[in-house]
């Protein structure tokens, strides 16, 4: 009799345990965990082109919009709607100076004010535009393209005191920008253009040697790497500087001053 009672009791007792173990871990369970609400990200409304412009565009109403953009990558080159509430309509009629890709953001430094004209928009500060004869042979077979970087060759064609021909070849320019081929200015094609004419962005002393060249022989362009183009471009001293001018039905020769050295002259090379 004492063992049943002895054996009841201690089933009693372990139910009676287990129950409050079970109790104790469903209350525990129930316990909310507190987790961190995420910061709310800020923005800024920034001024963004509303569709992809080429170069030299000119803006509308559509042009633009406003655009919500993270306030910890803002540049301060942006446009913000809080400092300038009316830059759309502002900036319409202004024109592009390089493209834009649409949600792309806007900045002053790459436009220009109304009226302005098309090529005189890609010239850069104190630069000039001066077109020369070209052909495919001389341009890479027609495969070089507005704001590619070209070397300027002249070559000088003559004939020696024995009658011999004689053709001499050397670098004029080095790392000059196209600014255009015939009418074609860069707006994104990449086919070739075979032209007659390539519009060549120059500095005042380079306008004056490519002007002697072109009346003294042959001009020819050679592509660069696009690698290069962060290279100063530069002009040859070498270079023979006269022009000829025609006064009054008579020929006259003017040289120019010589330049002050900016490169070590390139050897000539005969043929």
Known sequence: MLRSFILVFAL??????????????????????????????????????????VSGA????????WQDWPAASLSAAFITRAAQPDAVAEFSDMTTRTSFLAGEPVHEGRLMGAGTGYLSVMLTSGMR????????ENTAGGFILPNDHVDVLHTISQTDAAGTPQ??????????????????????QS??????????????????????????????????????????SVIDIAVPRS??????????TVH?????????????VGF
Do not use: C, H
């Not at 050397?170 to 707006?187: G, K, Y």
């Not at 003294?216 to 362009?221: D, E, H, M």
């Not at 022009?243 to 006259?252: D, F, H, K, L, S």
């Open 58 to 65: 000119t803006l509308s109403l559509d042009s633009l919009r």
């Open 129 to 136: 535009a001066v077109a020369v004869r070209i052909s495919a």
């Open 191 to 232: 086919d070739s253009v075979v032209g007659k004419t390539a519009t060549l962005e120059l500095d005042a002393a380079q306008v004056e040697a490519i002007t002697a060249a072109e009346t003294s022989g042959a001009i020819s362009l050679a592509l660069r790497s696009v690698v290069d183009n962060a290279e100063t």
């Open 12 to 53: 009693l007792a372990g139910g009676l345990a287990a129950w409050f173990s079970i109790s104790r871990s469903g209350a525990m369970s129930e316990v909310p965990v507190a987790t961190a609400s995420p910061a709310p990200l800020l923005t800024v409304e920034v001024l963004v082109a509303a569709t992809d412009l």
């Open 243 to 252: 022009v000829q001018i025609y006064r009054a039905g008579a020929r006259e």
């Open 167 to 188: 053709v001499q070849s050397r670098v004029l320019l080095r790392n000059v920008r196209v600014l255009a081929i015939d009418q074609m200015i860069a707006d994104g």
């Open 256 to 268: 120019l001053a010589p330049l002050a050295p900016l490169a070590a002259p390139t050897a000539l």
